[in-house]
């Protein structure tokens, strides 16, 4: 059974992505509690608890769904910023972009990133991939607490 006290964070600018996304997850059972940030900046708020979540009570995600092309601040500075903060590296981060860029798989490994996973265009496809994200990660992956 997935554990549905793990926060999700979904990191994603595209308004039709995050709905795509919030439609998978709920299609495949997966009914975690889950935050949405629209840019990088509001991510690193979110994490870092600063700005308009710096009294923001809900405990940090289990798990990131990031996005890398970003306004405001790009996913692997996310990525950089949050494996350097003793508090968050070992929050598992899922990188689910379309970026065919060779150079951000790389440097998002080279970070520390868990998973790099392209967005599938096909509807079905991308809700079998979200299926596989949440299982893994919610269900079969061992968390540090």
Known sequence: MID???HILLVEDNPDDVELALHALKKNNI???IDVARDGQ???DYLLREGKYADYKAGMPGLILLDLKLPKVDGIEIIRIIK????LKRIPIVVLTSSKE????VESYNLGVNS???KPVDFDQFVDTVRHIGYYWLLINEQAR
């Open 4 to 6: 549905q006290s793990i």
């Open 84 to 87: 350097g903060n003793e508090k």
């Open 42 to 44: 509001e991510a690193l």
């Open 116 to 118: 790099y996973i392209r």
């Open 31 to 33: 009914l975690n509690p």
């Open 102 to 105: 060779e150079r951000d798989v």
